[in-house]
């Protein structure tokens, strides 16, 4: 009975950490403004109202940054899956010398915090003529996002027995085919992991869109939204509704491929 | 079959291409800026030496990034580990909604820093915050306290940071918990030890590797945090009673836009780190179970 209690009552502890201020963030965002300095404050709104959203979307720019963000992250997704799998497959299908010194070599790129080469990384695309551009932010995303994916998909792709492959080959497939239709279903679990690790890192990134990033229309949400407090009085129903909007796609996503992700985790560890 | 070397490294391509010239090239351009003077923005440089190193090593604003970056990354990395270890055991137990709560407690991590630090400009805002407010009607306070102001913006900002990365503790300390085999409890037990003891005698020792990995990764990262602390005292104001190394860095090169200095920052930053790593193997090695 003891024993219940306290269980109970820490999980009732770790339940307010973990969700209630997200709550609050909700119910802010669904109150008028009256009732959003209201003393003392409500916790469930007394007034529901959607007007915060709308102002969010017609006074602001917030589509934009919302479609920049969508689109970056996806084709981040993209394209560290396409590289990483490719990269993880040659790492354990091939044999060819100093294959594990470059696996190494990978590992220890992981090392260095974005904000460590962040100087000669903004002279860098400058010179190649793509600073405030969508590119560079992909090009950018996908560079740090591939030292944990291709070493996750390599422990994915090392417990795929060969055999399988090898019986695909001997039925008349080439490689190709029997790595689309073979290997890459049995990886689905891995991919989808590197897959929502990618999409998280791009979708929350701060320090790349705020330094490669210069022109209001190609801003993604972090930089976006915290410019909206640069207003003379902020306005917090609104910024409360672009954190819920920014939210959703995150905890939607995860929600329906938890059970992928935690098996992704436990194979190689998260970064942040 | 078509498994020849040549084609392996054809499929490692795109991935070193990417690697090589986005991060080690940096990594060495990095170096050599730091020995030059080099305005961010246009194409003027100087080979200077040394003489950015020197400058730090005389810059009180230096120092006091540093000291600033050891308090945030240190109280931060201890109070992350007391709520995510607990947190954990207490998701290993079995209960009902434990699967729900494992998954809830992992929203702060996922959600993006912007988000974490906007909800808790709001909840700790000195006249509207919930926190304020509470503070007040239950007595602990006679008159709001300025969370954000330079007296507690510190304190804000590690509160904002453990709760936005706790988690990262409860999810690798899960995953070592669940591994641990259920008859080492068991005979435990039997042996009548109490909670406190099966945890200080099993639970301790089984996850000690973890552990040193966890502190490691968590102090690094924290060492290494812009967004957060940036983004939750901005560039002016109450910005320097949280200016820690990597916001001292960024300031230096896009701010005042000496490209030379913020890179020899970022350097001296991988060398405090280094030397850090350095100790905290050795201090360790002697213990056998830490790899």
């Known amino acids: ?272 | 079959m078509n498994r020849h070397p040549l084609v392996g490294w054809l499929l490692l391509a795109p991935s070193l291409l990417l690697l090589g010239g986005l991060v080690l090239f940096p990594i060495v351009y990095n170096v050599w800026l730091s020995l030059h003077d080099k305005h961010a923005f246009m194409p003027v440089q100087a080979f200077v030496g040394l003489r950015h190193y020197v400058y730090f090593a005389q810059d009180a604003e230096f120092w006091s990034s540093v000291r600033y970056g050891v308090i945030y990354a240190g109280l931060t990395l201890v109070l992350q580990l007391l709520l995510g270890v607990s947190a954990a055991l207490l998701l290993n137990e079995g209960f009902r909604g434990r699967n729900l709560l494992r998954g809830v407690v992992l929203f702060p991590y996922m959600i993006p820093t912007i988000v974490a630090v906007i909800l808790w400009k709001w909840l700790l805002n000195d006249s509207y915050g919930l926190v304020n407010h509470l503070l007040l009607a239950g007595g602990l306070v006679r008159t709001p306290v300025a969370w954000l102001g330079k007296d507690h913006i510190m304190e804000s900002l590690i509160l904002t940071s453990v709760w936005q990365f706790f988690p990262f503790v409860v999810v690798t300390y899960l995953a070592r918990l669940q591994t641990i085999a259920p008859e080492l409890y068991e005979a435990a037990k039997v042996d009548g030890a109490g909670a406190w003891r099966r945890f200080r005698h099993i639970t301790l020792p089984q996850t000690r590797n973890v552990l040193f990995v966890i502190v490691l990764l968590r102090s690094i990262f924290m060492f290494t945090k812009f967004d957060t602390v940036w983004l939750m005292a901005g560039e002016g104001g109450v910005s320097r009673y949280v200016r820690t190394l990597p916001v001292y860095a960024y300031a230096r090169s896009f701010t005042y836009l000496q490209a030379g200095m913020g890179a020899a920052l970022a350097v001296l930053m991988f060398l405090l780190l280094l030397a850090a790593t350095a100790v905290y193997f050795r201090a360790l090695r002697g213990d056998e179970a830490v790899a």
């Open chain 1, 1 to 272: 009975m003891r024993r219940a209690l306290a269980l109970y009552g820490g999980g009732l502890v770790l339940l307010v950490i973990g969700a209630f201020p997200l709550a609050w963030m909700l119910s802010t965002a669904l109150k008028p403004s009256g009732e959003i300095f209201a003393t003392p404050p409500t916790l469930v709104p007394k007034v529901v109202t959607l007007e915060n959203f709308q102002r969010l979307f017609a006074e602001t720019s917030f589509l934009t940054y919302f479609t920049n963000s969508v689109l970056v992250s996806l084709a981040t997704v993209g394209l560290t899956l396409s590289v990483s799998s490719m990269g993880a497959y040659a790492l354990t299908r091939f044999t060819f010398a100093g294959r594990e010194r470059v696996a190494g070599l990978i590992l220890m790129t992981y090392m260095f915090a974005p904000i460590m080469i962040i100087i000669p990384f903004y002279i860098l695309v400058k010179q190649l003529g793509i600073v405030n551009t969508r590119l560079a932010l992909v090009l950018s995303y996908t560079t740090f996002c591939l030292p944990f994916c291709l070493w996750l998909l390599r422990s994915f792709f090392h417990s795929i027995p060969l055999e399988l492959e090898e019986a695909a080959l001997v039925d008349g497939a080439d490689l190709r085919r029997a790595v689309w239709y073979v290997v890459l279903p049995l990886a689905l679990p891995g991919l989808i992991a590197a897959g929502i690790f990618t999409f998280i890192l791009a979708w929350n990134d701060f320090l790349f869109a705020l330094v490669l990033i210069t022109s209001d229309e190609l801003k993604t949400l972090p930089v976006g939204v915290n410019d909206l407090f640069n207003a003379t009085i902020v306005d917090w129903g609104m910024i409360m509704a672009a954190g819920v909007m920014i939210t959703v796609p995150t905890i939607a996503f995860f929600v329906a491929v938890q059970r992928y992700l935690i098996q992704g985790w436990g194979a190689g560890g998260v970064k942040g």
